[in-house]
């Protein structure tokens, strides 16, 4: 199943207090939430002390459950009241006093006097007992901050489930880590004696020891599987903070030699330095600067500083480039193509794979706006893709910060031209970029975007923005001519000097091409030579007749 979600990070460690928060046995945001009971325990509060942050609803009752990820208490937003407070004393009978705060986590809790008088923090709220308070976020005076909903995608037809939709899911099966998840066609598909087999090729190897029974039907509720963010507390003040909050890198996503769940965290609020690990603040405060450049990066800053410059328009903050993934890889010829052209065509394409980003500071924190794929094959690489760069991936978000605003396009061509004529100067004679927007519900890059109210871009929309680069790199004498995919290969009498790439549309489709041009080919040999010819004199003949 091809589930699109944060990793899970499982366990807690002594003399660090990570947790999913405390007692969180029901799910990522479970206790922070207030932690009620779970499986059949007794529900419990959660420890408070002096300082935390808790949300409060004094109508509730003491009868009443307590609050939890599931039923939270619900944060007041401004201009409403406020209900965020912050604990100033705990007694001994389990009750609390709380002082509201304001509601605006952007200023921290603090606000002016106009503020004040709209969500009225400032007032003691004494002898709240635990179902009427709940701890929250210290850093967005939240409960849940949910992550993407997660998606899944058939593994037939490789389609996206629609929320509500029934399908078909059978565990794992022999090496395999990951259930086989199908939609209602591709599992009648699968049990069809004259449609099996092409679905078994592109499905997992275990494929065919499945039977009927190991498929449960289902229907896909992705907000049933959504995931929420962790906390971790801070070891001085004992605050609790979403990893995302507090900038708090991930261990699941880390090497797990660097053993960050094993560090002191210290929230900023606290004084750093004194109990605080040095890797983890390394690890919080890193910067895109700090990142190593390389020529391909400082072309593409200097490239798109200059352009701005030319066009007018000024950056708060400059644009930081970097190539974050470089890998040498090999691209396995297409079998099909390797048996009909035999040693007249290559076995494998090395190319180098780069991942190039860009960042800028909004807010004094950097933000990763742009990012590009491309697979290099240079001159030690067999024809035909000797020479040539593949633009696999353009994919990007709207924060970027200019003067006067807008000026997306504008910046990312500078960045495309940059890359263009570093590849040119590097030797590179062709680049190709895949003209393809995403489907509804399909991510190239950046996951979890924020909601856009616009539809999608329609192939042309983004087809003419591509021309329009390019057309830019032509008047500034970066790129020679350009044309269209079937233009390009208009004049190729074989296959065999289609450039092909890793990943890309055509690979899979050689096959149907290869396929189909053999059927032509046998349909011309089997039909009678000079019959149609025969045809075309018998008519001339009658003309000239009448």
């Known amino acids: 199943a091809r589930l699109a979600q944060a990793p899970d990070v499982k366990g807690t ?17 479970a206790a922070a939430a207030g932690g009620g009971g779970a499986d059949g325990e007794a529900a419990e509060p959660d420890p408070l002390t002096v300082g935390m942050h808790v949300l409060v609803d004094s109508r509730r009752r003491k009868s009443d459950s307590l609050p939890d990820m599931w039923s939270p208490i619900p944060a007041a937003k401004p201009p409403a009241k406020s209900n965020v407070g912050e604990v100033s004393a705990v007694h001994a009978d389990g009750t609390c006093d709380v002082a509201l705060v304001c509601n605006d986590a952007a200023a921290g809790g603090k606000c002016g006097s106009q503020c004040r008088a709209l969500t009225g923090p400032g007032s003691l709220v004494k002898g709240l007992v635990p179902p009427q308070w709940q701890i929250a976020c210290s850093g967005c005076f939240g409960v849940n901050l949910p992550h993407a909903l997660p998606k899944l995608w058939c593994l037939g037809c490789e389609r996206l489930l629609a929320d509500g939709v029934q399908f078909r899911r059978a565990p794992a099966v022999g090496d395999s880590a990951y259930d086989t998840s199908l939609c209602l066609d591709c599992y009648g598909k699968l049990f069809s004696k004259t449609q099996r087999e092409p679905l078994l090729a592109v499905l997992q190897e275990g494929a065919p020891k499945l039977l009927q029974s190991d498929f449960a039907l289902l229907t896909w509720r992705p907000e049933d599987e959504r995931e929420h963010d962790d906390f971790v507390q801070c070891t001085e003040c004992e605050r609790w903070y979403h990893f995302v909050c507090a900038h708090y890198p991930s261990p699941g996503q880390l ?3 660097w053993r960050v769940e ?5 929230c900023t609020r606290c004084e750093r330095g004194r109990h605080a690990s040095p890797r983890l603040l390394a690890l919080q405060t ?7 450049t390389c020529m391909l990066s400082d072309a593409m800053e200097a490239s798109a500083a200059e352009a701005l410059k030319e066009a007018g328009v000024s950056l708060p903050k400059p644009l930081v480039v970097r190539v974050a993934s470089r890998k040498r890889l090999l691209f396995q010829a297409v079998k099909e193509l390797k048996q009909r052209y035999g040693g007249g065509y290559a076995t494998e394409f090395p190319y180098l794979s780069q991942a190039i980003f860009a960042f ?11 990012a590009m794929y491309v697979q290099e094959y240079d001159a030690d690489c067999p024809p035909p893709n000797t020479n040539r760069t593949y633009i696999s991936y353009v994919d990007s978000v709207g924060y970027l910060a200019s003067k006067p605003q807008g000026q997306r396009t504008a910046v990312y061509h500078a960045l495309l031209h940059g890359y263009l004529q570093f590849a040119a100067s590097c030797g590179f004679e062709h ?4 003209v393809a927007p995403p489907t509804a519900g399909v991510e190239y890059i950046f996951h979890g975007r924020p909601a856009d109210p616009r539809p999608p871009m329609a192939v042309e929309v983004l087809r003419g923005w591509y021309e329009r680069m390019l057309r830019g790199a032509e008047e500034k004498g970066i790129v020679r001519s350009w044309s269209t995919l079937e233009e390009h290969t208009s004049g190729l009498t074989s296959m065999r000097d289609f450039p092909l790439f890793d990943g890309d549309f055509f690979p899979d489709k050689v096959p149907e091409i290869l396929e189909r041009a053999e059927q032509s080919s046998s349909e011309r040999r089997e039909s009678p030579r000079g019959e149609k010819g025969k045809e075309k004199g018998k008519e001339k003949g009658k003309e000239k007749g009448k």
């Open 286 to 292: 890193r910067r895109a600067t700090d990142l190593p």
């Open 262 to 266: 094993s560090e002191l965290f210290v």
């Open 360 to 370: 800028q500071e909004v807010e004094g924190r950097d933000v990763f706006l742009f």
């Open 431 to 434: 680049a190709h970029i895949w």
């Open 13 to 29: 460690a002594a003399g660090r207090r990570l947790s999913k928060p405390p007692k969180g046995k029901r799910g990522a945001a």
């Open 255 to 257: 090497p797990r030699t």
